[in-house]
T-cell receptor, first 116, second 110 residues
Framework: KAGVTQTPRYLIKTRGQQVTLSCSPI?????VSWYQQTPGQGLQFLFE???????NKGNFPGRFSGRQFSNSRSEMNVSTLELGDSALYLC???????????????FGPGTRLTVL | KQEVTQIPAALSVPEGENLVLNCSFT??????LQWFRQDPGKGLTSLLL?????REQTSGRLNASLDKSSGRSTLYIAASQPGDSATYLC?????????FGTGTSLTVIP
């Protein structure tokens, strides 16, 4: 069974631009969560999508948005990029969502975003 | 707000040694706790998942325990190997999201 895939693996953007990251979950998984990982803040939850609906959202500004398609693939968009958005963006998939999330989360390799 | 702390931040041990990594969390109302390893520049690999009603889980040389009432979990690694060198993260599912610790960077010296 193929794992979680993320594209692209690396991105370099300049301040003010916008970026779209993609995540394909494990086949059959309906929940996709996104995280930002930085050396200073560690791993922080961005949002979770389940069956094309945003279920939960972390404490990030509205510049960070996402969506999920009917095949469970998810995209994350960051508009008006800032230097502080440089990070490793990870997505994770699982079978279920929320409080019923008794399942393991499976992570992708991440997208390394550098903002210049 | 849930806060997850991992001690120590870094650990270096000789090959073959048994070791314990610690994770503590401030709010005991968790659904589950998960231990991950992360290799440099890569994503996270799940090691063990403990449901809130469980006390421990074992997989090979790894054993994780959970004491929800005291807000603590430990990851025990037996007979460490150089391939165990990585950053180990614990995460708790609380409210509507996972909260991660900052990790313990483990180096196993051959």
């Amino acid at each position: 069974k193929a794992g979680v895939t993320q594209t692209p693996r690396y991105l370099i953007k300049t301040r003010g631009q916008q970026v779209t990251l993609s995540c394909s979950p494990i086949s059959g998984h309906r929940s996709v969560s996104w995280y930002q990982q930085t050396p200073g803040q560690g791993l922080q939850f961005l949002f979770e999508y389940f069956s094309e609906t945003q279920r939960n959202k972390g404490n990030f500004p509205g510049r960070f948005s996402g969506r999920q398609f009917s095949n469970s693939r998810s995209e994350m968009n960051v508009s008006t990029l800032e230097l502080g958005d440089s990070a490793l963006y990870l997505c994770a998939s699982s079978l279920m969502s929320g409080a019923r999330n008794t399942d393991t989360q499976y992570f992708g390799p991440g997208t390394r975003l550098t903002v210049l | 707000k849930q806060e997850v702390t991992q001690i120590p931040a870094a650990l270096s041990v000789p090959e073959g040694e048994n070791l314990v990594l610690n994770c503590s969390f401030t709010d005991s109302a968790i659904y589950n706790l998960q231990w991950f390893r992360q290799d440099p520049g890569k994503g996270l690999t799940s090691l063990l998942l403990i449901q809130s009603s469980q006390r421990e889980q074992t997989s090979g040389r790894l054993n994780a325990s959970l004491d929800k009432s005291s807000g603590r979990s430990t990851l025990y690694i037996a007979a460490s190997q150089p391939g165990d060198s990585a950053t180990y993260l614990c995460a708790v599912y609380h409210g509507n999201q996972f909260y991660f610790g900052t990790g313990t960077s483990l180096t196993v010296i051959p």
